[in-house]
């Protein structure tokens, strides 16, 4: 009798055992699930946000088209967004925002990529385009870097431009030419050294056709890079210029200088842009995200090139 009544209460306490075990799996299932739920719907709701916050962009951008052809510092779209709470672009009408987007936050920035010099601008025509070549050399020298990697990016853009558009072929020809870039982080490609890249990356830019450089929003040691006998010095003296008034024309960049004889061609030289890079970043609870767009304007359309996600470092994902 006793040996019966023990192992029905061991039977017993495995039975509760066996229910706790379950019912804490059951929770624990239950938990991941609205956890699950809950980080795809921050997700979907990001992607959104981002998006709506890229279309801004883009409409700003078509409204500087629409009121001058010139583009510099001063306009609406240089002025850098800096994180405000999302409900404050809402007015009155915050009560459209869910509960968890009461707490998103946004910031973002428009830079014009004619400020920096393009390096598909290196060849025309698959040979070296001389004034390139020697604005490149200017830009290296002045930021002491190796003028042999310089040399092995022509070369490896040459390669790059003349392999066959398919990339689907795996011949062993087109195995031998390097991959084009589409930004300054993977001119690594082209041959170049960790360090250059680096030292480059707010000076230059690859975009899909040549392009000339904005002398309204370049920084003075790309102006300083860009034209022939302008020293740094008088670059400097000309980005201090253009901020009380920008240049309308060519023709007053070299009255601003002072040169009667200052080098500038409409193929290197211009007052206005076509390509932009956006760049939004959303505060979700604890959740970064960021886009990345490029985007191309011909007239009053603004169409993107790209769109890249990315998670800022030292961002905390879901």
Do not use: C
């Amino acid at each position: 009798m006793k040996a019966q009544r023990g192992a029905a209460i061991l039977t017993a306490m495995l039975l509760v055992t066996l229910v706790a075990t379950l019912s804490a799996a059951a929770l624990w299932q239950q938990w991941r699930a609205i956890e699950v739920e809950t980080a795809e719907r921050a997700s979907a709701q990001s992607r959104w946000l981002l998006q709506g916050a890229a279309d801004w962009a883009r409409l700003i951008l078509r409204e500087d088209a629409r009121n001058a052809t010139v583009d510099h510092l001063g306009e609406p779209w240089a002025v850098t967004l800096q994180e405000a709470q999302l409900s404050s672009f809402l007015g009155n009408s915050t009560e459209a925002l869910g509960e968890n987007l009461q707490g998103a936050y946004l910031s973002g920035q428009i830079t014009d990529l004619q400020s920096r010099l393009n390096v598909l601008n290196l060849v025309q025509d698959g040979r070296v385009h001389a004034p390139t070549l020697q604005a490149f050399g200017r830009l290296f020298e002045a930021l002491q870097l190796p003028p042999a990697e310089l040399m092995v990016l022509v070369a490896q853009l040459q390669a790059a431009l003349a392999a066959p558009e398919s990339t689907t072929s795996t011949s062993a020809g087109n195995l031998l030419h390097p991959l084009l870039p589409r930004s300054p982080e993977q001119l690594a490609w082209l041959g170049l050294s960790a360090g250059t890249v680096a030292r480059l990356q707010t000076h230059v830019v690859v975009l899909p056709e040549r392009t000339p450089v904005n002398l309204n929003t370049a920084s003075a040691l790309v102006l300083h890079a860009s034209i022939p006998a302008l020293d740094l010095a008088l670059a400097q003296r000309l980005v201090q210029s253009r901020a009380q008034n920008h240049f309308r024309s060519l023709a007053d960049v070299v009255q601003a200088s002072g040169i009667a004889e200052l080098a500038l061609n409409d193929g290197m030289h211009s007052v206005g842009s076509r390509y932009f890079d956006v760049r939004v970043r959303l505060r979700l609870g604890s959740v970064l995200s960021q886009e990345h767009t490029r985007m191309q304007r011909e007239g009053l359309l603004v169409k993107a090139l790209w769109t890249t996600r990315e998670t800022p470092q030292g961002a905390s994902v879901q």
